[in-house]
């Protein structure tokens, strides 16, 4: 009998334990499951096998990776991925960083600048990218051949280098908005005091710069640089909008690049495997680059 | 003020004020050339409108069906919010608040998966949800947007109630109140800034998502991004037109950021910290 009644101790609050479970993370959790988990999952499964979209008859081992790096339109892909994520990456964060700077030097107009440079980041890729495809292949073209501007003459969206460049501005315009609020909180977040001291002990604005504040703000930059290594392996609307890949599929990012291999060419197989490639590209990116800047991080 | 200090606040003015046209020049073209006509936009770009014209937009209007989009958009984007905010605020207080081995990992996963690419497992995601998307595609979208927008939000929850001592909880719990009652009657109100942050930066996202929406929308759903690509790529020639239509993109979501600046700032600045 005295055993029977401490089972039921036990055992009560276990039940309760379970229905309090399913009452706040039941719903929730099947739904991120669902929509996000079995996909994934799925997916790596799928590029071992010779699925087609709809079945499965075999398992077909690497194939479908062997394929992938075959393909010399991917290798073209990754190395202008490469190449975009790392100058997008470089070139955001030092003029965010710039921003920053200018909205937190106790200017007058400080919020009134922080509001324009914001803009572009409420809008979505897409149309800004189309705002820009205007300027490339319309404004920019009639204002060259009216006061004869070699360099525009011919759109830059026609030529893989300048379209690259093209890409990158309108990354940096869209994108360092969001970074200079992350760097205008690191910023505001260093005590007055220490600034101060520096001050008395006659530091030079700069050398506050490079030995105070940015020392005591580098999780900010573990964010800001963590944000964008993200967005650019991600970026796709710009992408689509101001260049669709041309001219001759030689300016896709990887997002597109296996877009078109999906759903266009319907090599899901081979797409699939891309995104895998994509995946574990960007999750050791991601990993590398966190370990490196937490290092630098100061414990305050 | 010495004199330095005070040339130096002169140039950080003036490259502060540059940058800002720079920044805005873009919309200023939009704006300009979406009131011009054809021929004024070829032959100048940047020249004030000699001849002020509406039909541009009256065109871009009726062509891109901008009160369905804007409809769809808000739909969209207000009930995927809503729901998010529901959801991750109760999964986020459920794993706050207990403390077993499940949770952790719940958690941990949740984390992990906010590295995930949505490319990474586009392909075979529309393969699974084709016959769903076919059934109702706007909700279909709402339900991903839930799936895709849990991690952050949990987490940002989860960041907030552990600020929260578990005394209130007890006291709740003592006073006779259920788990629902106590959570949304005196935790969830207690957690209106986070909650703020969590609406604005999924509100950004979906109300400017593009791919998602592109792979799931028929036409008549369409959101605003998706009709205005849509728009610019079979109009683009008529300028003016494909001006207004942009014009007709922007102006909604510049509104609304100049009414609430400030819970924008504060939102995407304790969300970046976390």
Known sequence: MILLKEEKEIQVPKARAVKRFLKFAGLPLAIFTVVLVVPFVNGFYYTFTDWDGFKITKLVGFTNYADSFADPKFWTTLRFTALFVVVSLILVNVVAFGLALIVTSKLRSANFLRTFFFVPNLIGGVVLGVIWQFIFNSALVSLANKYDWEIFKQSWLQDTNKAFWALIIVTVWQSSGYMMIVYITGLVSIENDVLEASQIDGASPLRTLFSIKIPLMAQAFTIALFLTLRGGFMAYDVNVALTDGGPFRTTELISLHIFQDAFLEGDFGTGQSKAVIMFLIVAIAALVQVSVSKRYEVQR | MNLRARVGKRITFGVGITLAFAYFFPFFLVFVNSVKLKYDILANPLSIPLQITWDNFEQAFAKMNFFRALTNSLIITVLSVSLLIIFSSMLAYYLARSKNKVSKYIFLVLVASMIVPFQALMIPFMARFAPLVSYNNRGALIFFYIGFGTALSTFLYHGFISTIPTEIDEAASIDGA??????????????????????????????????????????????????????YGQYSVEYGQAMAGLALAVIPIVIFYLILQKQFISGISQGAVK
Not at chain 2, 207 to 212: E, G, P
């Open chain 2, 178 to 231: 259920s788990d629902m009652v106590a959570f949304w009657r005196i935790i969830f109100p207690m957690m209106r800034p986070i909650t703020a942050t969590v609406a604005i930066i999924n509100a950004l996202w979906i109300w400017n998502d593009f791919l998602l929406p592109r792979l799931v929308l028929d036409e008549a759903s369409q959101t605003l991004p998706l009709s205005t690509y849509l728009f």
